[in-house]
């Protein structure tokens, strides 16, 4: 088949877009991506047998709703461009659009019309991360705008895909049909994050923290910089190591100087997965701050599945989508926006090695049976499915999505 992702996302450091690109590849696809571009890279590469076509730079810098507002908007007529001309030349069987924002499922305007299936890829409901990103009330004007797009959106695509129960629940409820639906998580791809056997790390002067991700409020990177700061002199060797790019960047940069901490933490740009799995091996403890408040307490976090699949522990917020998953010791919680609460639980953590060792093993088991090898049938049938309906399925996997699975 010939099959295209359209995200306004940047490819190498995307673990959702990347895995399914790269699955398709690997099963003899050909596959196009068209993606965003970082000032030092080029338009074009072949990345695993995946054409990346980098269509507008982007720094992750937006501190307004009109500023992000106007490079989505530059982006949508972009891609809308970019699809039209690579479809004309040779016509995609499916092309899959990674939202947000959900609207970029129109650039398969021209494509839809001459016979392309669609697929809209939910990774973020937009509505509740817009209201959460720019502080709006959940009655304004703009959020029900926002919910108006989702609505045309998922009507206009063949499927849907959302990326946690919770939001699948949601969906059903305002939006979408439990037939062209589907929940499919972020499980991390063994390719890039796995073959780690539990063992016993070194003896060394430093234990060493590590976050991964977008630099964002709700994400609660400032959070762990504070308790970072109260645990100076009860841990003087703890370190911090955190890569990601995003609005708070900034602040955060100012915060560890205000601090003094700039010995202790570092925070490094988003790099290729490739390179969040090397630094992983050297982690003591994985920690995923997440904010309770609204959007943040039931967006899923890929970095924990991928942290489990290092043989790292992880300490986590007590998020509604953490408990949900992860709630039966799997990681070790602690309190929502409590700085002290994460102090507490990260001493309580670094200075017990068998606790860390249980949710090594743990983490590890469990992976064994949630990881992207194990899943990946559920999307390749989907594909299947909307090409050739008629087609048997590789497997059969669960339809009965719309009731929250129990995580074990």
Sequence with gaps: MRICMVAYTFYETDNRVR???????????QVDVIVLRRPTQSSFDVIRRVNVFRIQQRVVDESSPITYLLKLLA????????????????????????????FEVFSTLVPRLLGAKIILDIHDIVPELYASKFKISEKSFV?????????????YSHHVIVANHLWFERLLGRSARPDRTSAILNY??????????????????????????????????????????????RMPNLKLKIFGDGPERARLDAMVAKLGL?????????????????????????VEPKRKQSFG??????????????????LASDTRINQLYFGDGLVEFFT??????????IVGLLQDAPARSRLSERGLDYIKSNNWNVKKDEYLNLID??????????????????TIPHVP
């Design 19 to 29: 895995r399914y690109a790269e699955t398709l590849a690997r099963r003899g696809d």
């Design 188 to 233: 991390p791809d063994p390719t890039l994050f796995g073959g780690q056997e539990q063992t016993t790390k070194p003896a060394r002067k430093e234990f060493v923290l590590c976050y991964p991700g977008t630099l964002s409020h709700h994400q609660g990177v400032d959070l762990i910089i504070a308790a970072m700061d109260r645990l100076r002199d």
């Design 385 to 402: 499915r909307l090409v050739s309906p008629g087609r048997k399925e590789i497997s059969q996997p669960d339809r009965s999505v719309a």
């Design 297 to 314: 307490n039931e967006a899923l976090s890929t970095k924990i599945f991928e942290f489990m699949a290092m043989g790292v522990p992880v």
């Design 336 to 345: 929502s926006d409590d700085i002290d609460d994460l102090a507490n639980g």
């Design 75 to 102: 982006f949508f007529f972009r891609s809308s461009w970019t699809l039209t001309r690579h479809h004309l030349r040779c016509k995609y069987d499916v092309i899959h659009v990674h939202s947000v924002p959900d």
């Design 262 to 286: 700039g010995d202790r933490i570092t925070i490094g740009a988003g790099v290729a997965l490739e390179q969040v799995a090397e630094a992983m091996k050297g982690v003591d403890l994985g």
């Design 143 to 155: 959020f029900r705008l926002l919910l108006w797009m989702e609505k045309l959106s998922v009507r």
